[in-house]
């Protein structure tokens, strides 16, 4: 732009001070007319930059504050989760461990109420006749076995092998039986029964079953 390169050099000439408000006018004109802004166009322009920035600025620091309050929330969830998973174990232990305690004490409740229903474990009352000294007290059914009943027409070992279905030869709780070497099954009712087997078929206490 020549012309206003001239008016520029000009104006920094003594005489062109005087006539700075007219030519500056005359400049702002110009700049107009060829599309330019004008200083306070470009003034104002840089203010709203400056304005807009400090509103980005503004935001990107609430997002940052926003995503470090996910990322606690997210270690709290986290931490929350974990420590409801542990207590979940510990309660599942805990009930493990009281059933098997209150299984313990049943079996001794039962040990005891067997011991208190068998000739042994009977105590006479207040001037009740004595039983003879010659009467002998039940004993296990297994062959062999000289040890007093405890349950089931068994004695105390006995009894256990047969709750756990590993008695020979005695149908178990759930009507397993071990015969000749061979594991059958029979119906639950024959429970505690002596067990044989005849022409390939299983017989509990001279009944078929």
């Known amino acids: 732009m020549p012309i206003l390169d001239a008016v520029f050099s000009k104006l920094g000439r003594p005489a062109g001070r005087a006539l700075d408000p007219t030519i500056r006018d005359i400049v702002h004109s110009v700049l107009k007319e060829h599309g330019y802004a004008s200083p306070a166009e470009v003034q104002a322009l840089r203010d709203e930059v400056r304005d807009m920035r400090g509103r980005v600025d503004?935001?990107?620091?609430?997002l940052d504050e926003v995503v470090a309050l996910a990322d606690?929330?997210?270690?709290e969830a986290s931490a929350t989760r974990e420590a409801a998973e542990a207590r979940s174990l510990a309660a599942e232990r805990g009930a493990n461990e009281r059933v098997t305690a209150m299984a313990?004490?049943?079996a001794q409740l039962e040990a005891r109420l067997s011991e208190a229903a068998s000739p042994r474990g009977a105590v006479p009352?207040?001037?009740?006749?004595?039983?003879?000294l010659g009467l002998a007290a039940a004993r296990c059914?297994?062959?062999?076995?000289?040890?007093?009943v405890r349950s089931k027409g068994f004695c105390s070992s006995h009894y256990q092998q047969w709750r756990r279905g590993t008695l020979k030869n005695f149908v178990g709780p759930e009507g397993h039986v071990m015969v000749d070497g061979n594991a059958y099954q029979v119906p639950a009712s024959f429970a505690a029964?002596?067990?044989e087997l005849r022409s390939g078929k299983i017989y509990v206490d001279g009944v078929r079953a």
Do not use: F, I, S, W
């Open 141 to 148: 059914r297994v062959d062999g076995c000289k040890n007093d």
């Open 72 to 75: 606690r929330a997210r270690g």
């Open 58 to 62: 503004g935001m990107q620091k609430r």
């Open 193 to 195: 029964g002596k067990a």
């Open 125 to 132: 009352a207040r001037g009740a006749a004595r039983p003879e």
């Open 104 to 106: 313990e004490r049943l």
